[in-house]
Every structure is written in structure tokens, then in C-alpha cells.
């Protein structure tokens, strides 16, 4: 069992920076693809951003340039950080981590708001 815990939603101005952390538990490895994806409201879930266990990284087109993910195997997390905010950015972000075996697991969710 993996569980995944996000942190560092809010309220932010446009143009503001928000960092987002997942970390995880359980049986992990460094080979997991990880990922942020967003929902907002009235609308499906979109993949934001991912990291594959290489490193190779792959961003929605709506956030390249704006929007980082990295990654800290040794402290099993991985953060967003996400530079010149707005207001269509706002949504419930969620992290995602794929294991080696193909199961998918998802955090709780972390509200993040660009008021404009």
C-alpha cells in the first residue's frame, strides 16, 4: 500500500508562486513515474506535470515555463513549484504515483486559488 500526502496549497494573487509537496510511503521505488494533475471545478482532470524515474520530465502546454516538478528520492516527495500564477490555474491539484507494477496512486488533493 502507497499513501500520498500533499501540502502547500492556497490563496495566491496572479502572478504569485505557490510550492506543492507530495510524500509518500509505503513500498516505493526511485523507477516510479510521479506527477501532478488538477481538477477544476466543471471540469475533467488534466495532467499538469510528471517525472518518469529517468528524470525525463513532460509538462501540460499551458504551464511549460511557468511550472517546475522535481523530485527527492531520499525523502521519498516531490514538489510543484509554480511561478507566475493565474487565475485559470486554480484548481484542486493532485499527486500521482505510478509503480513499476502499473498501480496508480493518488494523494487527497491540496486547493490551490489565484484570486486576479
Known amino acids: 500500500q502507497v499513501q500520498l500526502v500533499e501540502s502547500g496549497g492556497g490563496l495566491v494573487q496572479a502572478g504569485g508562486s505557490l510550492r506543492l509537496s507530495c510524500v509518500a510511503s509505503g513500498i516505493i521505488s526511485n523507477v516510479d513515474t510521479v506527477a501532478w494533475s488538477r481538477q477544476a471545478p466543471g471540469k475533467q482532470r488534466e495532467l499538469v506535470a510528471a517525472m518518469s524515474g529517468n528524470g525525463r520530465t513532460n509538462y501540460a502546454e499551458a504551464v511549460k515555463g511557468r511550472f517546475t516538478i522535481s523530485r527527492d528520492n531520499a525523502k521519498n516527495m516531490v514538489t510543484l513549484q509554480m511561478n507566475s500564477l493565474k487565475p485559470e490555474d486554480t484548481a484542486v491539484y493532485y499527486c500521482?504515483?505510478?509503480?513499476?507494477?502499473?498501480?496508480?496512486?493518488w494523494g487527497q488533493g491540496t486547493q490551490v486559488t489565484v484570486s486576479s
Open positions: 500521482n504515483r505510478r509503480l513499476r507494477s502499473g498501480d496508480d496512486y
